[in-house]
Structure formats: structure tokens, C-alpha cells
């Protein structure tokens, strides 16, 4: 046992466990049971959508938590489809995948600056973006618009201007999600997804943005809960001890916080359990384990617990949970260093979209539109996410339809004598979305298409616009193009 826990007793013990989790709870206002523990040591918590009404809400909620403890305080801001202080109406800015395809890294870096403005001003110290996932897998159903793209030097050079715009800001960058989601073609939101290269081929793709963030002094990364037979075993990366210790400590050379991604997901509890998981990532290499939205104040209590009996039993050594300590320490002792340089003054994400969106063919003057929106269903990394023309068209008919029971002849119908504007994210995942754009086109073939995910499926011989992103930005730039 450490001289830490032999001098402070189990007490002390519980301290340390708790100080290693970032808890989630429901609704605006801080429940008794969180501040609480943060009194008693919780590291930090992790805001979600539910968690945000407003900036002014929002001030007030961080205020209350940090009236508690100097906690960790975080959430997902990514700009473009994954939003939790615009959660209800869709992010003011584009996404990864359309700063990507404009290719400045200068615009990324303003963008990172003004999204962390965002959150400083609202009392949110670390977020957990950018993704650095290199997104090779067009399929991928978890990443796609997320990544700056498929290519490993676009996304290195992208992810050094995201952490260095955010930390200008003085908040926290997190690069995830280590060592690359890109490749995989499953949700670790519901499985173990498998990222099958070689150790050789990860470090010419996969990590390559890793390290160049490394580099540029990220303060923080997160796991992934992705299986890579030639590094991590059996195991999801988060519980490997070659990835985290191995790879990420000590093949890399990061010195900073570890954080897990959501512990919550299926890929980790399925076969581990939120304690068990617990435990083991922590016995891995991680320092800040997030919980996701799922586990209560019970299943906070359980996990410090398990931890505690861990490190009794030998199954987690105490000095891990130390190091751990003093990672965080360091991290809050960051967020209180004055900045430098003045804030983003200008609104650079329309700006951004603006830059991003692409035209094939050419935007008709639009008579009487009507606008179809083929439905996509959420992800759970993005959740339910306003998304489409329905606020930008005032003038416009907006029709949203299911593809697998669209009545195309009734659309059709609908749309005589008029302009049909089709909108639809990430058709090359869906073939009924596919089918109902054909036979739509089939039928009107000067119809246009708006693509708001990643421009994969291409119809061809019509006018086409690839927005890159389904945020609100997004959607107005795709509509001024439009000449509305």
C-alpha cells in the first residue's frame, strides 16, 4: 500500500477512486447528489444535450459545480453534427469533414477558437473533441462526418489547428479516439469494432494524427473502445495495457491526461461490466474515466467500490490510481493560466460552411419548392439533432419522409409545375434513401440534391450540392447557394 493511502486510511482510498471519474446526470440544474461528491472528491462531470437549455443556463449550471469542487467540467462540442450547446437547434458551426474538404488549416483553428470561446464563456473547461480519426471506412457508422477526412497528413495538420484554437481559448482539447476509429465498420456504441491493421500500418495511418497532437501539447485523449488484434489482444484499446502503457505512454511519449470514452457503451459493459470496466481501464493506463449518461448515483457508488476493493485485492495498484491524481491535478492547475491574445470576434462558422459547400451542375431560379428531406435516423454519438431547410426556407413547402414508405408517385404529384429540392445525410449508407432519390429523379431529373453527410453516393447528370456536415451553418449556406 502507498504512504498516501497508509497515511490517509480508506477514506483516502475513496477519495482517490472518486477523483478518477467524470459522472453524468440528468436535467439543467446540479443534483444534491453531485455536488456532493464532488465535494467528496469527484473529479469532474460530463454535460450532454439534456444537461443545456442555454449559454445563460448553462453559466449558471458550471457556477453551481465549481462552487463545489475545482472539478473537470465537459462535454462534446465538435462543431457540425455532434452539438450539445446547440443540441436543440443545430451547431453554428461546420463539422470535421467540412473543414477537411475546404483544407485551411488557418479557418480550422479560428473555428477550434471560436468554439472554445463558446465554452469558457460558459464555464466548460475540457472538450472532448477533436476527433482524429483518420475515417477510412466510408461506411463507418460511427465517425464519417466527424473526421477531417481520410487522409492521414490532412487530418495530422487539421487536428494540431483544432487543439491549438481550443486551448488558445483556454479550454482543454481531448483527441480522440485513441489509437483510431476510421476503420472500423461497427458502432462501439453496441459492439466491439474491429480495427484489423497491422502494428506497421498503424503508425503510418491511425496514429499519425495522435502524434502530431501529442506534439502540438494536447492536454488530454480519449480512448477507443476498438479491438486491434496486433496491439491490444482480445481487449477494446480502453482496457489494454499495451495500448494505453505501451503504445500511448510510452512508444508516443504522452505525458498527459487519459480519458475514456463513454464507459456506458456496450462494447465495454457487455462483457466487463461499468465497474469491472472501470477497474480495468484504470489498471490500463487511463486517468478520468467518463461514465456517459447512463449510470446513476448508485452506479457512481458501485464503481468507487470496485476500485477501492481492486487496489485491496491487488488487481489495481494504488500508485495507479496517484499518477492519476496528479494528471488531473496538473490539468486543473492548466485551466486556471491567464491567456493571451484576443478572442474570435467575427462569426467564422457560416463563414466556414460557406467555404465548404460544393456545387455540381447548376442552381435554377426555384419556383414554388417544394423541399423533401429523406429521413436519417440518429446516431447515438450525435443523438437527435435538428437537421435540414426547415427554419432557412420560409417560402418553401418542407415534406420530411420515411425511405422505406415514401410515396414517391404522391411527392411526384405534389411537385408538379414546381422546383423539388431533395435533402438527404449519408445516402451511401441507406439504399432505401438511395432508391427513393432514383425514383425521384427518374421522374425529375432536374430535380437538385443536397447531401448533408459525406458525399459518397453521387447521382449522376444532376445538380448536386455536398455540404459536408449536417449542421445549421451547413444548411444555410447549401440554402443561399440555392439562391434563396
Known amino acids: 500500500m502507498s504512504e498516501f493511502i497508509a497515511d490517509r486510511g480508506d477514506q483516502g482510498l475513496r477519495r482517490l477512486a472518486a ?93 477550434y477558437r471560436s468554439i472554445g470561446d463558446d465554452l469558457a464563456r460558459c464555464g466548460v473547461n475540457l472538450d472532448m473533441a477533436p476527433s482524429a480519426d483518420v475515417n477510412t471506412a466510408a461506411d463507418n457508422p460511427v465517425i464519417g462526418t466527424r473526421s477531417f477526412g481520410a487522409e492521414s497528413a490532412l487530418v495530422a495538420r487539421h487536428t494540431v489547428a483544432a487543439v491549438h484554437g481550443l486551448q488558445s481559448a483556454g479550454v482543454a482539447a481531448c483527441v480522440k479516439h485513441f489509437p483510431g476509429h476510421g476503420a472500423t465498420r461497427q458502432d462501439s456504441h453496441l459492439e466491439v469494432p474491429l480495427v484489423d491493421a497491422s502494428v506497421e500500418l498503424l503508425r503510418e495511418r491511425e496514429l499519425v494524427p495522435f502524434r502530431a497532437a501529442i506534439e502540438a501539447g494536447t ?34 511519449g504522452y505525458e498527459g491526461v487519459i480519458i475514456t470514452d463513454a464507459l456506458d457503451m456496450k462494447a465495454v459493459t457487455a462483457a466487463y461490466g461499468l465497474a469491472g470496466g472501470s477497474v480495468l481501464s484504470l489498471a490500463a493506463g487511463a486517468d478520468l474515466l467518463c461514465l456517459g449518461p447512463i449510470p446513476t448515483e448508485d452506479d457512481v457508488r458501485r464503481i468507487v467500490d470496485e476500485i477501492v476493493a481492486a487496489v485491496h485485492d491487488g488487481r489495481l495498484p494504488a500508485t495507479r ?8 491535478a496538473a490539468l486543473r492547475a492548466w485551466f486556471g493560466t491567464p491567456r493571451t491574445g484576443e478572442a474570435e470576434r467575427d462569426v467564422i462558422g457560416l463563414t466556414a460552411a460557406r467555404r465548404a459547400v460544393s456545387l455540381t451542375g447548376s442552381a435554377s431560379p426555384l419556383v414554388d419548392p417544394l423541399v423533401v428531406e429523406v429521413d436519417t435516423p440518429p446516431t447515438i454519438a450525435v443523438g437527435d439533432v435538428p437537421w435540414g431547410f426547415t427554419p432557412l426556407l420560409p417560402q418553401a413547402e418542407v415534406l420530411r419522409v420515411k425511405p422505406e414508405v415514401a410515396d414517391v408517385a404522391g411527392i411526384l404529384e405534389r411537385a408538379s409545375g414546381r422546383s423539388l429540392i431533395v435533402v438527404v445525410k449519408d445516402a451511401h449508407r441507406y439504399e432505401a434513401s438511395q432508391s427513393v432519390i432514383s425514383a425521384l429523379l427518374a421522374a425529375r431529373p432536374d430535380a437538385t440534391v443536397v447531401e448533408m453527410g459525406l458525399p459518397i453516393w453521387r447521382p449522376e447528370g444532376v445538380t448536386y450540392l455536398a455540404t459536408y456536415g449536417a449542421a445549421r451553418a451547413n444548411a444555410q449556406a447549401a440554402a443561399e447557394l440555392l439562391g434563396v
Open 321 to 328: 490510481l496517484e499518477a492519476a491524481a496528479e494528471r488531473a
Open 219 to 252: 492536454k488530454s485523449v480519449m480512448t477507443a473502445h476498438v479491438r486491434v488484434p496486433a496491439v491490444t489482444g482480445a481487449l477494446p484499446a480502453t482496457l489494454s495495457p499495451a495500448a494505453l502503457t505501451g503504445l500511448l505512454r510510452g512508444e508516443m
Open 19 to 111: 477523483g478518477t471519474l467524470l459522472a453524468a446526470f440528468q436535467g439543467t440544474e446540479a443534483p444534491e447528489w453531485v455536488l456532493r461528491e464532488l465535494e467528496n472528491g469527484l473529479g469532474g462531470v460530463t454535460l450532454f444535450g439534456f444537461n443545456v437549455a442555454d449559454a445563460a443556463q448553462l453559466s449558471a449550471l458550471t457556477s453551481r459545480l465549481r462552487e463545489a469542487a475545482d472539478a473537470v467540467i465537459s462535454l462534446d462540442e465538435e462543431g457540425g453534427d455532434v452539438t450539445r450547446l446547440a443540441y436543440h437547434v443545430g451547431s453554428p458551426y461546420p463539422g470535421n469533414a467540412a473543414l477537411g474538404a475546404v483544407d485551411d488549416t488557418e479557418l480550422t483553428r479560428r473555428v
